[in-house]
């Protein structure tokens, strides 16, 4: 059974969304975590343009995978824009902070790592800004925080389901030899999980998902 302790108030349909109605769509939806990492990982030309198309079809796999009941976890409301955007502050903080201790601060052993990555993704153009906080962080989200956490939330919870789904989505990202990827993955991955959990819905960790996108690689980024 799914885990009931009461962690907020719940909104308007309470009890929709547990597990996995259309099996059929989610393994699709699953699979096509595969190419779209390794999308990620080859960044061919065009990246965001690439990425945007591909994404816009995952988001209607995981779409069709939440069901009827599992999509009023889409349903907006005020309160999660404020706590997305707020999470969002407090992850690009935090994200600093690591990335100075660990590039100049206290020792250079992400530097070139990083700057690789920024090499590559660091991109700061409207189209680039567009992609990622209107289809890019949606998909992930839509999968690992809606699709995700929804299959696994009868067995474990609604924590062990954000926990789980973290691990998982770094584990990939680690499959395809993405190791700074995956190491900014968990922590984030965590913190929107268990924040689409305590919401019981996806706007709040789609929001937070966007706009840390948006300033970590677009707007402020780190190098």
């Given at each position: 059974?799914?885990?009931?302790?009461?962690?907020?108030?719940?909104?308007?349909?309470?009890?929709?969304?547990?597990?996995?109605?259309?099996?059929?769509?989610?393994v699709a939806a699953a699979l096509a975590?595969?190419?779209?990492?390794?999308?990620?990982?080859?960044?061919?030309?065009?990246?965001?343009?690439?990425?945007?198309?591909?994404?816009?079809?995952?988001?209607?796999?995981?779409?069709?995978?939440?069901?009827?009941?599992?999509?009023a976890l889409l349903l907006p409301r005020?309160?999660?824009?404020?706590?997305?955007?707020?999470?969002?502050?407090?992850?690009?903080?935090?994200?600093?902070?690591?990335?100075?201790?660990?590039?100049?601060?206290?020792?250079?052993?992400?530097?070139?790592?990083?700057?690789?990555?920024?090499?590559?993704?660091?991109?700061?153009?409207?189209?680039?800004?567009?992609?990622?906080?209107?289809?890019?962080?949606?998909?992930?989200?839509?999968?690992?925080?809606?699709?995700?956490?929804?299959?696994?939330?009868?067995?474990?919870?609604?924590?062990?389901?954000?926990?789980?789904?973290?691990?998982l989505s770094s584990l990939v990202l680690?499959?395809?030899?993405?190791?700074?990827?995956?190491?900014?993955?968990?922590?984030?991955?965590?913190?929107?999980?268990?924040?689409?959990?305590?919401?019981?819905?996806?706007?709040?960790?789609?929001?937070?998902?966007?706009?840390?996108?948006?300033?970590?690689?677009?707007?402020?980024?780190?190098?």
């Open positions: 059974m799914a885990s009931t302790e009461p962690i907020s108030p719940r909104p308007p349909g309470e009890g929709r969304g547990e597990g996995i109605r259309h099996p059929g769509w989610f975590v595969l190419p779209w990492t390794a999308l990620v990982h080859v960044h061919p030309p065009r990246f965001f343009l690439w990425a945007a198309l591909y994404c816009a079809v995952w988001n209607v796999l995981s779409w069709k995978a939440l069901g009827e009941e599992g999509r005020r309160a999660d824009v404020l706590w997305g955007v707020a999470l969002a502050g407090v992850l690009y903080v935090g994200s600093r902070a690591v990335l100075w201790a660990t590039c100049g601060g206290f020792t250079d052993v992400l530097c070139e790592p990083l700057t690789a990555i920024y090499a590559t993704f660091g991109q700061g153009s409207l189209g680039a800004a567009l992609a990622l906080a209107l289809v890019i962080a949606p998909a992930e989200e839509l999968f690992w925080r809606g699709a995700v956490q929804q299959a696994l939330r009868p067995r474990l919870g609604r924590t062990g389901c954000a926990v789980v789904a973290a691990v680690l499959a395809f030899r993405e190791p700074l990827l995956a190491l900014a993955a968990f922590p984030t991955s965590l913190a929107w999980g268990l924040l689409a959990e305590w919401r019981r819905g996806l706007v709040a960790s789609m929001v937070s998902h966007s706009l840390w996108d948006l300033l970590i690689v677009i707007l402020f980024p780190a190098v």
